[in-house]
């Protein structure tokens, strides 16, 4: 007897041994690690987060994050309307653009980079295809959309599994036809479809793309069009905070095309303390009801519209810096084509096109040559001046490359990528361009007008129908303002710049861009 309750004694102190042991450990344990303030963040909290030294050390260690992508392209901003362009040389000083300006000394500025064309719907085909003039299939205006065959940027992006989104004018495809926003890899979309649409701030609605969708965005005609479309892009970066897939955020603002107009905000500083215009004014007129709205202070409005762009760059970079977004996002900054002479704007004022000659519609460098400005903390270089010479149709390709989306074949823009900063170790593509690279370009409004640059040789062919073709040849090296035609002097030069353009064409496959009864 006396055995069996000295057994059942053990039994009943063992539960309490372990649990005193489990106690112990427990203590042990919170003594070895010490307590941290703030939870682990989860894995879509870290994508964004700036990263410390170690976590930089691990990501070189393990697979990188796919980088974000934000492309910002203004419309009709002139090479020489930002201060950052301007650089104690020609171009307009009244105006300051300090967020832009701050951008070039964090990134890498670069003086010859070059639209898809001297007019807006071709200059975004080649940026969204990667084919210049001589292949593109939209080659003007007039609302051709792209086609259900055509490869995009954003279709591309889309099959590596980014988020897309594009807040601005499309320009390349309605909402009855293949080139329809959603039709083309856009997950969102806020903005025109129409290019003449585009021509109001003021109008009774947008389009907008939500789950797969386009549907009317309706408005109220006082608010004004740039304030809606800036709200649903700075949405869109908010909601990539959390979202665990990598973006793309396409920005094609309709500032600063015509019309003139702006906000009573945005205006005041151009204004005088009576109400009156800084500037002296030559007011634009429209009696007509179509086309631009009359404006009567077409100077301080231009002004005022130039201001808002810069203040909303600086807005989107200040978010990207907040959310810790900038250690993993890849910025660009330019525009679609020259400075315009439209709704009472006035490029000769502004000296909007700086030392180049020409606008927009011209094939000169001012037509053409437009702004770029790349910036990506910790990858691209800083406070960098590059006068590499590429074009907006190698966009889609250096984009591909940076993002490691497989790239489209049968283009003619080429990756970039070791400008960004990319190691030309990378990849074997990242190489250098080809010696012998040239551009090409082509338009036509009233006359044909074809543009061929390789280095600093360019030539310019200008032809109507029933007159004999005119030749203008430039060594931009020695004269970016085109003033000395070499071409009666340098006929070998000629000869083989031309033999280049006509290897750049081929027979345009939509009837409006066919262009021969210019050369009878």
């Known amino acids: 007897m006396a055995n069996i309750l000295l057994i059942l004694l053990i039994i009943s102190l063992l539960p309490i041994t372990t649990q005193a042991q489990t106690r112990s450990a427990h203590r042990n344990a919170e003594r070895a690690v010490p307590r941290r303030d703030t939870a682990v963040p989860r894995a879509t909290d870290r ?48 105006v300051k653009t300090p967020n832009l300006d701050r951008m070039a000394r964090q990134g890498t500025r670069f003086t010859r980079f070059y639209a898809g064309s001297t ?47 594009m807040f601005g004018k499309w320009g390349l495809g309605l909402d009855i036809n293949s080139g329809a926003p959603q039709l083309q890899g856009w997950d969102e979309f806020t903005g025109y479809l129409h290019h003449r649409h585009a021509h109001n701030y003021h109008t009774d609605s947008l389009w907008q793309v939500r789950g797969g969708q386009l549907s009317p965005l309706r408005l109220n005609r006082s608010q004004y069009t740039h304030d809606v479309i800036m709200d649903g892009a700075l949405s869109f970066l908010k909601d990539r905070k959390t979202d665990r897939q990598p973006f793309l955020l396409y920005l094609p603002v309709t500032l600063v095309h015509a019309e003139l107009a702006t906000t009573t905000a945005d205006l005041q500083p151009y204004l005088e303390a009576d109400g009156r215009s800084r500037f002296a004014e030559t007011p634009f007129v429209n009696a007509a009801s179509r086309g631009y709205a009359s404006q009567p202070n077409p100077r301080a409005t231009f002004a005022a519209m130039l201001s808002r762009l810069d203040s909303d760059v600086g807005k989107i970079l200040d978010l990207l810096r907040e959310s810790g977004m900038d250690q993993n996002t ?82 003619d823009g080429i990756t970039m990528a070791r400008l960004l900063g990319q190691p030309l170790s990378a990849a074997p593509q990242n190489a250098e361009p080809p010696a012998d690279r040239y551009l090409f370009w082509q338009f036509n409004e009233g006359e044909l007008r074809q543009a061929v640059l390789q280095g600093n040789w360019k030539l310019i062919r200008l032809k109507k129908a029933g007159q004999a073709e005119r030749l203008e040849l430039y060594d931009l090296g020695n004269d970016i303002g085109e003033q000395a035609n070499l071409a009666n002097t340098n006929p070998q030069k000629v000869s083989a710049l031309l033999s280049l353009m006509k290897q750049a064409q081929q027979p345009s496959e939509h009837p409006l861009f066919n262009w021969q009864k210019n050369e009878q």
């Open 330 to 411: 890849y910025v660009f900054f330019t525009s679609d084509n020259g400075p315009h002479k439209e709704g009472g704007a006035d490029p000769d004022y502004f000296d909007s096109n700086g030392p180049l000659r020409g606008i927009k519609r011209d094939l000169y460098e001012g037509g053409i040559r437009v702004p770029m400005i790349a910036w990506a903390p910790g990858r691209v270089p800083a406070n960098t001046v590059s006068d590499a010479i590429w074009a907006n149709w190698d966009i889609t390709p250096t984009v591909c490359e940076l993002t490691r989306t497989t790239r489209p074949t049968n283009i």
């Open 119 to 165: 007019v807006c719907a071709p200059s975004r085909c080649a940026l969204m295809t990667g084919k210049h003039m001589g292949h593109a299939y939209i080659r003007g205006n007039g609302e051709i959309p792209l086609r259900s065959t055509d490869t995009t940027l954003a279709k591309r992006l889309k099959a590596n599994g980014y988020t897309t989104g």
């Open 47 to 94: 994508r964004n987060a700036v990263p410390r030294a170690t976590d930089r050390r691990n990501a070189e260690r393990g697979p990188a994050i796919p980088p974000n992508i934000i492309y910002i392209m203004d419309d009709d901003l002139g090479y020489g309307d930002l201060g950052c362009y301007r650089t104690g040389g020609p171009g307009q000083t009244i």
